[in-house]
């Protein structure tokens, strides 16, 4: 597609479950952020792929988040166990370039509730 | 203290008023980003401004990196501006956005 796809767009489960958001970049971005962002406030730094590895992962609140992109292309966010407090919108931008020079596009956002 | 402060949060405007929405940051910086979030979450990628001034119709960024502040305008404001506005800086340290918290704009006719 055009741009950046994020599926699904919305995603209800219950405490203790686990959740796989994915994102489809813009063709040929090798740049791929993850945020998240809770409601009333600004978005949230999770985790940054250069490629298929992640060069920047420090965002990651604990060890139940972990987020892959095995063909540098699509990537999966994954949250085991989920607890009432990871419920937010999480937001997937895609760059071309890496760095300042890189202008970002972002999807439209997976809202996770979980009950 | 936020990295990245955004001053006004909320602004309640009339149609055609000239808006001034003000961004200040704490930490060196290859880049600053003005996004746009319209209800239902999509952001859209405004400007990108490393220095001096950027114009795009009715919207224009300026940032001074000396005094670690970027301001973004409207000018002729319309209801269809009506949105939030986020200001986010790219850390000259690595490649992550620190956002700030947004402000949110209301047009009214």
């Known amino acids: 597609g055009a741009g950046v796809s994020q599926t699904p767009s919305n995603k209800v489960t219950e405490k203790g479950k686990y959740v796989e958001l994915r994102c489809d970049p813009i063709?040929?971005?090798?740049?791929l952020y993850w945020y998240r962002q809770s409601l009333g406030q600004g978005p949230e730094f999770l985790i940054y792929?250069?490629?298929?590895?992640?060069?920047?992962d420090s965002g990651l609140p604990n060890d139940r988040f972990f987020a892959v992109r095995p063909e540098g292309s699509v990537s999966t966010l994954k949250i085991q166990r989920t607890e009432r407090g990871d419920s937010a919108v999480y937001l997937c931008a895609s760059s071309l370039l890496v760095g300042a020079t890189g202008e970002l596009f972002f999807g439209e956002g997976s809202r996770l509730t979980v009950l | 203290k936020n990295e990245v402060e955004q001053s006004p949060q909320n602004l309640t405007a009339q149609e055609g008023e000239f808006i001034t929405i003000n961004c200040s940051y704490s930490?060196?910086?290859?880049?600053l980003h003005w996004l746009q979030q319209h209800p239902g979450g999509g952001i859209v990628s405004l400007f990108m401004?490393?220095?001096g001034k950027k114009k795009h119709g009715r919207l224009i960024a300026t940032i001074n990196i000396q005094e670690k502040h970027s301001s973004l305008h409207i000018t002729a404001s319309h209801p269809r501006d009506s949105a939030v506005y986020i200001c986010?800086?790219?850390?000259?340290?690595?490649?992550?956005?620190?956002f700030g918290e947004g402000t949110q704009l209301t047009v009214n006719p």
């Open positions: 986010a800086v790219r850390e000259t340290s690595g490649s992550r956005l620190t």
């Open positions: 401004l490393s220095s």
């Open positions: 792929f250069q490629g298929t590895g992640a060069a920047d």
């Open positions: 930490v060196g910086i290859s880049a």
């Open positions: 063709s040929g971005h090798t740049a």
